[in-house]
């Protein structure tokens, strides 16, 4: 059985937040750069929900820990 594939529109919206191209580069320019001593599931802008669900996402690495990875990386790199 294949792993279902996620995409990062598919992560914001998992999240509760507005998942277009648009808001998603919006949320990066904001809470962007991350620091590196950061874990993504503890940066300040999660909710307490939000930030369980990438926590369980990345130590279990499920479906969504990938795409999680993206995301991280994408808040630490530099723009």
């Given at each position: ?10 992560l ?26 950061v874990?993504?599931?503890q ?5 307490a ?30 723009h």
């Open positions: 059985m294949e792993r279902p594939i996620h995409n990062m529109s598919n914001f919206a998992q999240l509760g937040l507005a998942n277009d191209e648009a808001a998603i580069a919006q949320f990066i320019a904001t809470h962007h750069p991350l620091a590196g001593n874990q993504l599931h940066a300040h802008f999660w909710t929900s939000q930030a369980g669900f990438l926590c369980e996402a990345i130590r279990d690495d499920a479906d969504w820990a990938e795409i999680a990875d993206e995301l991280s990386a994408e808040l630490r790199a530099k």
